[in-house]
């Protein structure tokens, strides 16, 4: 109809749980109005099903009563958890070291931004890290993905009061490319910019980043980013990549941290925020 707004995309779209209360109806609308996707009606059918009526959408939000789900049409599905924050998070509170919290030089009371917030499982530790008087942001190219992950933090109860706490305090402050968010901060508005772009080889032991891969952007990340995050850093950039990628030296950096594992490394930038 003339003059009437429709949802802008045709990828994705909404709906809920089989038989869904009038409640959950109006929470996936309220999803669907701010992903500009269209809202489905779910009744009693089949998400093959919807897909088939969709044609183009090769992805569904399903809003269900206890959480949010990312679903294909080949099955695969993501739902919000916290990934490896539950295992680091232990190690820091028993005393260790986190190599991400010292690569980027943590300290009480920082601004974090966390440019590829992911499961944000990194943006927590950064989190405990920064503790309470601390603040952490975190950006999310793909929408959907940053809508399911935002409300997880808010929601998901673990069986570990301080992971519960420290989820709480992260923050999804853009829905799109971090380049769109960078330009738009002013110089020195964090301490710290992190970035983990996905590597290019798939680890052995990552399984349960699957899902974050299917859903994921896999686009690099561009100088022009990095350039922007320095801006915005006072003290450090920080980029995770593989030890034995060409990804840190071609992004003219050769400061690292390097894991025990000898996989990961973190490379380090300083910031030019404090100097305008
Ligand atoms: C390897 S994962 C990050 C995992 C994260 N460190 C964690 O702890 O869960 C990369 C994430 O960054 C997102 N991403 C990729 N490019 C991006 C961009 N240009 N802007 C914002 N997010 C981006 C991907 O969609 C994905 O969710």
Known sequence: MQGMSQPARTDLFVTTSLEPSSELEARARGFARELGAPYVGRGDLGLPRLFRAHPGAHRALLVQTNRLLLAMPGGTELF?????????????????????????????????????????????????????????????????????VREGLQSVVTDHRVLNETMRRVQVVHLGHHLEYLRACAAGSYDVV??????????????TFAPLRA????????????????????????????????????????ERFDSKSG????????GTGDKG
């Open 263 to 270: 996989k990961v490394t973190y490379g380090v930038l300083g």
């Open 194 to 207: 992190c970035f983990d772009p996905f590597f290019e080889e798939i680890l052995p032991d990552s399984e």
């Open 80 to 148: 919000y958890h916290p990934n490896m924050a539950f295992l680091r998070l232990g190690n820091l509170l028993r005393g260790g070291r986190d190599l991400l919290v010292d690569a980027a030089g943590l300290r009480p009371g920082d601004r974090v931004l966390d440019a590829t917030l992911g499961y944000a499982a990194e943006a927590i530790l950064c989190a405990y890290a920064v503790g309470t008087e601390g603040v952490v942001h975190g950006v999310e190219a793909v929408p959907e993905l940053g809508v399911v």
């Open 215 to 254: 859903f994921g952007d896999h686009a690099p990340l561009l100088p022009d980013a990095l350039a922007e995050a320095r801006r915005v850093a006072r003290r450090r950039v920080v980029v995770k990549a593989m030890r034995w990628s060409p990804l840190l030296a071609d992004l003219g950096i050769t």
